[in-house]
Structures are given as C-alpha cells and as structure tokens.
T-cell receptor, first 114, second 112 residues
Framework: NAGVTQTPKFRVLKTGQSMTLLCAQD?????MYWYRQDPGMGLRLIHY???????AKGEVPDGYNVSRLKKQNFLLGLESAAPSQTSVYFCASTEGGINSYEQYFGPGTRLTVT | GENVEQHPSTLSVQEGDSAVIKCTYSDSASNYFPWYKQELGKRPQLIIDIRSNVGEKKDQRIAVTLNKTAKHFSLHITETQPEDSAVYFC???????????FGKGTMLLVSP
C-alpha cells in the first residue's frame, strides 16, 4: 500500500494564481483532512471530510476550497493565491469509527507564493 | 472549541537523560490524546496515544500520563537517544468525533 500520497511535492505560485493540491489514499479511509504547517504554529486544520461527497470547515478555511468526489481523493484548491498561503500542506486520513482514530499523514506539499 | 497549549517550545537534553513535554487542554469533553513525532522534512507519525479511561500508558521508552481533573497530559521519554530528536505534537479530541486539535509543537534536541 502506498498509504497517503500528495501531488505536487513543491510548487511556486505568483500572487493571484490558482492551483489544486491532490491527496490520495489507498486504505479505504472514510475521513480525510487538509492541514497547513507554519513555523511555531503547529498543524492547523483547513478543511476536512467525513465521507465521499462531504466537506466541512476547519480552523483556517478562508481562501481555500475542497472537494471529495471520490472516497480515495481529497482536493484542496486555492482560487487566488496570496503570500500568506506560503506554507507546508499536509493531507491526512483516518479510518473513522469508534476504535480507530490514528491519522495517517501524506509527505506534504511545500507551497511558496511570491 | 478546544484549545491545546504545549510546553516547552524547545527542549535540549543530553543523550541518556529523560525528556518531558506537557500539554493542557480546555474542553473537558475531550477524551482522546495522541502524540505525533515529526522528524525534519518528514510527515508527522503517531507514536503513542491515551484515552481518558486510563491514567498512564507505556511503550518501551515512551510513556504518556493523563490528569483529567487538571486537564493536562504529558509525554515522557526515558534514556533519550539522538534519533529521538524531532518535533513532537500533542493533540486532543473527543473520541468518535472526526477532528484533532494540535498543540504548537516541541522541538526536542538530543545531544550525543
């Protein structure tokens, strides 16, 4: 199993450009998440999904949109990138249910907005 | 919503010493507390977790303690080794719900 994968690994955008980050998992997990990681700020939840076709806002959702059209994929979109969105983005997934809470993280995407 | 405070932000120890990282949480309904380790340039990975029905859990050199009355929990690493150097994150959630709230992280440096 590949686990959780993310594409791309690195990206540089100019202010105002748009892009989509793709997260894929092959563990048949119900729940998927997008986090951003900034120095000294820990992991902050952007959006999450509790199943195919569902999405919900996290702590820092502004400027981002998400879609979960297929159970194995979770897309994060930036419609008009801003320098404040320079960060490392992590996707994660978890099985869900009462006995399984471990979140499995992808390798991350380093995004720079100039 | 839940708020998780983590201390210290950096911790330097000599190889073989013990290290303790502490977290406090605000929501008394939280009952699941995991710890994640993130090595430089890598993804976070779960190293240990505890649920509120126990006060302590051990896994080799790592242990976690929980004080629900005081709403704090701690990670204890004994006999530290250089490969323990990493950023450690605590988190809290209500088991059965879908989201974790993370602390800001502690950078642990273990010197040989």
């Amino acid at each position: 199993n590949a686990g959780v994968t993310q594409t791309p690994k690195f990206r540089v955008l100019k202010t105002g450009q748009s892009m989509t980050l793709l997260c894929a998992q092959d563990m048949n997990h119900e729940y998927m998440y997008w986090y951003r990681q900034d120095p000294g700020m820990g992991l902050r939840l952007i959006h999450y999904s509790v199943g195919e076709g569902t999405t919900a806002k996290g702590e820092v959702p502004d400027g981002y949109n998400v879609s979960r059209l297929k159970k194995q994929n979770f897309l994060l979109g930036l419609e008009s990138a801003a320098p404040s969105q320079t960060s490392v983005y992590f996707c994660a997934s978890t099985e869900g249910g009462i006995n399984s809470y471990e979140q499995y993280f992808g390798p991350g995407t380093r995004l720079t907005v100039t | 919503g839940e708020n998780v405070e983590q201390h210290p932000s950096t911790l330097s120890v000599q190889e073989g010493d013990s290290a303790v990282i502490k977290c406090t949480y605000s929501d008394s309904a939280s009952n699941y507390f995991p710890w994640y380790k993130q090595e430089l340039g890598k993804r976070p990975q779960l190293i240990i977790d505890i649920r509120s029905n126990v006060g302590e859990k051990k896994d080799q050199r790592i242990a976690v303690t929980l004080n629900k009355t005081a709403k704090h929990f701690s990670l204890h690493i004994t006999e530290t080794q250089p490969e323990d150097s990493a950023v450690y994150f605590c988190a809290a959630s209500i088991a059965g719900y879908s989201t974790l709230t993370f602390g800001k992280g502690t950078m642990l440096l273990v010197s040989p």
